[in-house]
């Protein structure tokens, strides 16, 4: 039995009514969804930190999540794990005609090109023409916001470089401080936030910088920073003025600082 098959019996086993886990039994899709989605943020934060053995086992842990809503797809007589990977195996075969055909493709960005024409070609005429059809509303939505900029660029709605996207985001600034200024601002600062994040988000994408990757970065330096702020400081931070917490809070990026000169293969 192939470590696979074995994987797919041990699903099963936990699912069966007779003696299976109490737990599993009780889960459906809407129930196990948020587990898969956490379980494809820890693979990101493996590949983040380059540690391979976690990333192992995180992997494992998402293999799982789709054995699972596959089982219960089964169960249900919706399709099985087999039609799963019929279905992904077919489309990748369908989508890199360069590699399985006789298409030619010269670069990584034809290649997104050719992808996004076949996507929209597969979506059929027949339903919504728009070019941000098909964009799920399940993902975060900072995701959501870069596939939202990056179809419309494919059709020529963007800025033509990164300083009028950078000039955009001045102007959100601008614009959320005007709205700090009213008299009952929640609700406006929120919409003005919205436009900010959505402008930063479009200016990542002319930076090529992945927005995502960048956020986890400056969580990880943030969380580095206040835990050894923490550490520095010699009574509970709730006791200490925003003065006090300041010196504090340069001490410890100072203290990092060193720590990363001293040890260059760090960090």
Request: glycine share 6%; hydrophobic share 40%; charged share 30%.
């Amino acid at each position: 039995m192939s470590e696979m098959q074995r994987l797919l019996s041990i699903m099963a086993q936990l699912r069966n009514p007779e003696g299976g886990c109490p737990w599993d039994l009780k889960q459906d899709f809407a129930s196990i969804a948020p587990y898969t989605i956490e379980e494809a943020y820890e693979v990101a934060d493996a590949v983040a930190r380059e540690d391979m053995t976690d990333l192992k086992d995180e992997l494992g842990d998402l293999l799982l999540q789709v054995v699972f809503h596959a089982q219960m797809a089964t169960e249900a007589e919706h399709f099985s794990f087999e039609d799963v990977a019929r279905s992904i195996n077919d489309k990748m075969v369908r989508r890199h005609p360069h590699v399985f055909g006789d298409a030619t493709v010269t670069t990584a960005d034809d290649q997104v090109n050719a992808w996004e024409a076949m996507k929209k070609a597969e979506r059929g005429a027949d339903q919504d023409p728009s070019a941000l059809a098909g964009i799920t509303r399940g993902m975060p939505e900072w995701m959501r916001a870069q596939k939202l900029h990056s179809r419309a660029a494919a059709v020529g709605f963007d800025w033509p470089d990164a300083a009028g996207v950078l000039d955009k985001v001045r102007e959100e600034v601008g614009e959320l401080a005007e709205a700090m200024d009213e008299p009952e601002h929640a609700d406006h600062c929120e919409e003005e936030i919205g436009d900010l994040l959505f402008s930063t988000i479009a200016l990542a994408k002319h930076l090529k910088v992945d927005p995502g990757r960048a956020l986890r970065g400056a969580n990880r330096k943030f969380e580095a920073r206040f835990r050894t702020l923490e550490q520095l400081a010699s009574e509970p931070l709730d006791d200490l003025a925003m003065d006090q917490l300041d010196r504090l809070w340069e001490a410890a990026k100072k203290a990092l600082a060193a720590d990363s000169s001293s040890n260059p293969g760090e960090g």
